[in-house]
């Protein structure tokens, strides 16, 4: 399933005890908390790349509060993972969408993203999915169709990628935020959804689109949170309780 990220290298990774090694002898330890880091130095955006520590605790208080569960049935009902599923959540975040499908489902969990703070909360919360650290932008390390579900949610999309890793008659989800989400801390925001559209268009057909819109009352804590997790300074208004939207265009595609 895993392939070794060095690049001109990519052969199969097998599990050796606390580590996965390829045939050339690249060898990646397995952390404490169950993931994989197979992040190359030159697939870093920055010493310490994606979510900080900040928004991956602001992120996950926000999910443990309740309100992003209308997103999570919302993806479900459209996606509709099973049992028989293999599923890769390609810039995963803290696990929320993928850990709680798998657990729902029991379908066979992958998820990646390029944070270690993130996959870390993901790993010691969800321990029955697999975790792997890497930069999906350039390369999921990843065999060709090992998946018969893809996710992005909310994340930095990789058509070539997603189609490579994809099974023939797998499905891809693609959420996007819709042009009212977080109205109230960042105003309206562009209508994503036919942009995205095209930009899947070479590779993929739409099979099906739907928008979910749920609205969360705040405290001033939550409203810290949200800070947190959009990285946004906001006006000393904004930061008293308040009700905030949550809403998100989600596009299923299939493959041709
Ligand atoms: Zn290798």
């Not at 199969?12 to 130095?41: K, M, W």
């Not at 975790?131 to 058509?159: E, K, Y």
């Not at 490579?164 to 994503?192: S, T």
């Not at 804590?221 to 998100?248: C, F, N, W």
Request: aromatic residues 6%; charged residues 25%.
């Amino acid at each position: 399933m895993l392939l070794c990220p060095v690049r001109e290298c990519h052969q199969p990774l097998t599990r050796d005890e606390r580590r996965y090694v390829c045939p050339r002898q690249h060898s990646f330890d397995i952390a404490r908390s169950g993931y994989v880091n197979l992040l190359q130095p030159q697939d870093r955006r920055s010493k310490n790349p994606g979510d900080t520590t900040a928004a991956v605790t602001g992120r996950r208080r926000l999910h443990d509060r309740g309100i992003t569960e209308p997103l999570l049935r919302a993806i479900a009902d459209i996606a509709v993972p099973q049992a028989k599923d293999t599923v890769l959540d390609a810039g995963c975040g803290d696990g929320f969408y993928l850990g709680s499908l798998a657990r729902d489902t029991h379908c066979a969990g992958h998820g990646v993203d390029i944070s270690i703070s993130a996959i870390d909360a993901a790993a010691r919360r969800y321990p029955d999915v697999q975790w792997i650290v890497a930069n999906a932008d350039r390369f999921i390390p990843c065999v060709d169709g090992a998946f018969s579900l893809v996710l992005s949610i909310t994340a930095r999309m990789n058509p070539q990628e997603f189609r490579r890793v994809l099974r023939d008659d797998g499905r891809l989800l693609v959420a996007i935020p819709a042009p009212d989400d977080m109205i109230e801390v960042r105003g309206a925001g562009r209508d994503r959804a036919g942009r995205t559209i095209e930009t899947f268009a070479a590779e993929f057909k739409l099979l099906k689109q739907s928008r979910v819109t749920t609205t969360a009352d705040l405290d001033a804590e939550g409203i810290e949170d949200v800070r947190h997790a959009i990285y946004r300074p906001m006006q000393a208004e904004v930061a008293k309780p308040t009700r905030l939207t949550l809403s998100m265009d989600l596009l299923l595609f299939g493959r041709y």
